[in-house]
T-cell receptor, first 114, second 114 residues
Framework: EAGVTQSPTHLIKTRGQQATLRCSPISGHTSVYWYQQALGLGLQFLLWYDEGEERNRGNFPPRFSGRQFPNYSSELNVNALELEDSALYLC?????????????FGPGTRLTVL | AQSVTQPDIHITVSEGASLELRCNYSYGATPYLFWYVQSPGQGLQLLLKYFSGDTLVQGIKGFEAEFKRSQSSFNLRKPSVHWSDAAEYFCAVGAREYGNKLVFGAGTILRVKS
């Protein structure tokens, strides 16, 4: 069974540009989560999508946005890039049944802002 | 709010020696607890989880963890470390009440010496 996939692996942008990161969840998973892993800041929760709706949002400015498509894949958009947006962006997916479900992570997209 | 503390930033152990990585959490009710491992430049791999029931949980790669409610701890153990265990380990807590997000500790980097 295929795991969570993310594209691209690496992305290099300049300050002020926009970045689009993509994620495909494990088959059968309806929830997709985005996390940022920046140097010195650790792993921080960004967004949670389920059934096409944004369900929860972390403490990030509005220029971080995303969406979930009918096939449950997801896109993270970062507008007006700043140098401090350089980080590894991790996508995770889970089922959404029962009390709680573990999240399975993809390999990440390394975003570098110059 | 949830929080997770991993007091050890770095740990070095000899190959074949036992390992214990510490994790303390703060949460009002019984949390959902996880340990993930991350190799350099990679995503997170789930080692084990605790939802309820038996407080000693077994995971992959020979790891186990024990949930101690009285100490708010969820320490990760392995009886005999292999060189391939060198990686960064993250403890995380999740809760539906907080919108399913995972809150991660700062991580512990494990070095294995031969």
């Amino acid at each position: 069974e295929a795991g969570v996939t993310q594209s691209p692996t690496h992305l290099i942008k300049t300050r002020g540009q926009q970045a689009t990161l993509r994620c495909s969840p494990i088959s059968g998973h309806t929830s997709v989560y985005w996390y940022q892993q920046a140097l010195g800041l650790g792993l921080q929760f960004l967004l949670w999508y389920d059934e096409g709706e944004e369900r929860n949002r972390g403490n990030f400015p509005p220029r971080f946005s995303g969406r979930q498509f009918p096939n449950y894949s997801s896109e993270l958009n970062v507008n007006a890039l700043e140098l401090e947006d350089s980080a590894l962006y991790l996508c995770a997916s889970s089922l959404r049944q029962g009390t709680y479900n573990e999240q399975f992570f993809g390999p990440g997209t390394r975003l570098t802002v110059l | 709010a949830q929080s997770v503390t991993q007091p050890d930033i770095h740990i070095t152990v000899s190959e074949g020696a036992s390992l214990e990585l510490r994790c303390n959490y703060s949460y009002g009710a019984t949390p959902y607890l996880f340990w993930y491992v991350q190799s350099p430049g990679q995503g997170l791999q789930l080692l084990l989880k605790y939802f309820s029931g038996d407080t000693l949980v077994q995971g992959i790669k020979g790891f186990e963890a024990e949930f101690k409610r009285s100490q708010s701890s969820f320490n990760l153990r392995k009886p005999s470390v292999h060189w391939s265990d060198a990686a960064e380990y993250f403890c995380a807590v999740g809760a539906r009440e907080y919108g399913n997000k995972l809150v991660f500790g700062a991580g512990t980097i494990l070095r294995v010496k031969s």
